[in-house]
């Protein structure tokens, strides 16, 4: 089992649709979560931090679910803008290298 | 934005080669990464540095080493490059448990 999954897509909304993401985490002692955004053929970047108390940034609202280990990305309004692959990043329990694990990313297309 | 910088930004080899690819960054930070990333897998970890000449394993290191000689500088060597070895490398810094930065990647193809 991966250590953090989620649906691949690609999720083709219109623009002005709201669109939810979810993923999965296998290990519980993971104390990070972040939303990191990658465009075709670029580098990552970070979208947001993930925390336990939901958190929000303009139209991007991202919560997480430690009980059953899942974290979830939601955009509302969707622009052209949009479209990316967004990557579940998880952080392991406390360990010298800071690591990231990161999902395989789940494609969103946005169409006009 | 340039905190961080790979090169090359693109190179072919020949299958038995060995091939270094250079992350720079002028942040300071401690931690430095490098990954690959492939379709279908996402971002594995080939070995990552927690500081000036302390480097460890990451998922998929066999084939790969690297070497960290000044904080600024992370060089990831394929010791003798495979087709299985094409791919894109990214390298990342960061300082915190607050998330990464990455550089703007190395597409390698190997022949």
């Known amino acids: 089992r991966k250590e953090v999954e989620q649906d691949p897509g690609p999720f083709n909304v219109p623009e002005g649709a709201t669109v939810a993401f979810n993923c999965t985490y296998s290990?519980?002692?993971?104390?990070?979560f972040f939303w990191y955004r990658q465009d075709c053929r670029k580098e990552p970047k970070l979208l947001m931090s993930?925390?336990?108390s939901g958190n929000e940034d303009g139209r991007f609202t991202a919560q997480l679910n430690r009980a059953s280990q899942y974290i979830s990305l939601l955009i509302r309004d969707s622009k052209l803008s949009d479209s990316a692959t967004y990557l579940c990043v998880v952080n392991g329990e406390k360990n010298r290298g800071n690591k990231l694990v990161f999902g395989a990313g789940t494609i969103l297309r946005v169409k006009s | 934005d340039a905190g961080i910088t790979q090169s090359p930004r693109h190179k072919v080899t020949e299958t038995g080669t060995p091939v270094t690819l250079r992350c720079h960054q002028t942040e300071n930070h401690r931690y430095m990464y490098w990954y690959r990333q492939d379709p279908g897998h996402g971002l594995r970890l080939i070995h990552y540095?927690?500081?000036?000449?302390?480097?460890d394993k990451g998922e998929v290191s066999d084939g790969y080493s690297v070497s960290r000689s000044k904080t600024e500088d992370f060089l990831l060597t394929l010791e003798s490059a495979t087709s299985s070895q094409t791919s894109v490398y990214f390298c990342?810094?960061?300082?915190?448990?607050?998330?990464?930065?990455f550089g703007s990647g190395t597409r390698l193809t190997v022949v």
């Open positions: 990342a810094i960061s300082s915190t448990v607050y998330g990464y930065t």
């Open positions: 540095s927690y500081g000036v000449k302390d480097t």
């Open positions: 290990n519980s002692a993971s104390q990070s």
């Open positions: 993930v925390y336990s």
